[in-house]
């Protein structure tokens, strides 16, 4: 019998110089650490803490049986409820035909790059993943380093710019509101303007609304209602229905990029076959209109408003700069101002401050270059999601009518949070003594 042959192992190119996920390698370095007996404040993973909705839950009870290959787009009767469900909340005009469900947004964005041929823009900071999956494909990448004076987003004249350098140049600009990972948004003037541009240079629009249903004042606007006939829509389950771990995340196509749409489903029949049969069934409970769903989200709102105005401030206080937070769970903090120390104690990047808030302090954060920052910004993102929502959803239940979650009730029902921050700020003292 042969043994020890040598066998050949040749590694796509494109995969030099990547590695696991930021958000996926935060979130087991923390559990760890945890496992090691040392207490860890798990600020950098993104995780909705809410509970799924019951009735979406039973729904999934209810479907635990179906166990046949759905179509390839996705269950007829949660397309139609998809497409209902954006039109309504968003004020697009599309049809079941349009949407195209997946196993999680995060694969139906890298079939999109991978089935459409183009220049992918993208701004800095962005989503940690975008820029890899197109670096996987190998597609080319143009970053944009957008100002905290914008709350870190891509402006109109910016967008302009970068488009009128080659003006027939075919591109696909993924915009990401409210931000992971700053939790900054846009306002209606500005999304009008960016569809204006957009229009303009007939660029594709990817319009990451995932954390939409987020947005703290229940306020969110499509660039979709400004630029129909350009922007794809993309979203799912994950954020606003607390449930990451189903991976359902659907498309929304304009019918203008139908060629485009029937070239992802190609893609799609070839990898993932169809989503989950019994998740599917139970998706439809969440997009349909129900009071439940809304009295559940305006709950979720609140409580996420409350916390993220109490992190920003309290870090504001002790000179940490941010944007100040409008939707999902995220804020990114830069510590700039602590320069001078930090870098007496040999910190000279955000990776090297995230460590050692990591070793010294327990705070888990995610440095800003992963991102797509600037190493020597020191900034990071801090995910405000160290809590048991289930019990804080019960706990705000007992408030009386009209009651806003203040300092006080962050301070009771979200002890990670508080913690976390409070580590946060003593860590800082520590330093400049």
């Known amino acids: 019998m042969l043994t020890n042959i040598s066998i050949p192992t040749i590694i796509n190119q494109n995969l030099f110089g990547l590695s696991t996920s930021a958000t996926v390698a935060i979130n087991e370095k923390s559990r760890q650490l945890e496992r090691l007996g040392k207490k860890v404040f798990k600020l950098g993973f993104g995780q909705s803490p809410f509970p799924v909705p019951d009735l979406v839950v039973e729904a999934l009870k209810a479907h635990a049986h179906e166990k046949d290959y759905l179509p390839v787009r996705g269950l007829p009767a949660l397309r139609e409820a998809i497409s209902q469900f954006t039109n309504h909340r968003k004020g697009t005009f599309s049809t079941a035909d349009d949407v195209l469900v997946g196993p999680g947004s995060k694969e139906l964005m890298f079939l999109l790059q991978l089935s459409y041929y183009g220049e992918i823009v993208i701004p800095a900071p962005s989503w940690v993943s975008y820029a890899p999956q197109a670096q996987i494909i190998g597609r080319t990448v143009t970053r944009y380093e957008t100002q905290i004076a914008n709350g870190l987003l ?74 129909p006939e350009g922007t794809i829509i993309s979203g799912g389950l994950s954020k606003w229905c607390g449930a990451g771990g189903w991976r359902l995340g659907f498309f929304v196509f304009p019918k203008s990029l139908k060629r485009l749409q029937d070239a992802m489903v190609i893609c799609a029949s070839e990898t993932f076959t169809s989503t989950s049969a019994p998740i599917q069934y139970a998706a439809v409970e969440a997009f349909l209109e129900n009071p439940a769903i809304d009295d559940y989200l305006r709950q979720v709102r609140s409580i996420l408003q409350a916390v993220g105005g109490y992190t920003n401030a309290r870090l504001a206080e002790v000179g940490v700069t941010m944007p100040a937070p409008q939707g999902g769970f995220y804020l990114f903090p830069n510590f700039s101002t602590y320069r001078s120390v930090l870098e007496r104690r040999n910190i000279f990047t955000d990776r090297e401050l995230c460590d050692a808030l990591l070793e010294e302090a327990g705070v888990a954060l995610l440095p800003g270059s992963e991102f797509g920052c600037r190493p020597g910004l020191y900034s990071a993102r801090l995910s405000y999601v160290d809590f048991d929502g289930e019990a804080v959803l019960r706990a705000y239940q007992t408030l009386a009518a009209g009651q806003i979650p203040d300092s006080g009730f962050v301070e009771k029902h979200c002890p990670g949070i508080t913690g976390g921050v409070n580590a946060i700020r003593s860590w800082l003292a520590s330093i400049r003594e």
Request: with cysteine; charged share 30%.
């Open 154 to 227: 891509l402006m109109p004249d910016e967008l302009e710019q970068i488009c009128a350098v080659d003006p027939e140049r075919p591109r696909l600009v993924i915009l990401n509101y409210p931000s992971n990972p700053t939790g900054t948004t846009y306002d209606e003037t500005t999304i009008k303007q960016l569809a204006d541009v957009a229009r303009k240079y007939r660029v594709i629009i990817l319009s990451d609304e995932i954390y939409s249903e987020l947005d703290h004042k229940g306020e969110h606007i499509s660039i979709g209602r400004f630029y």
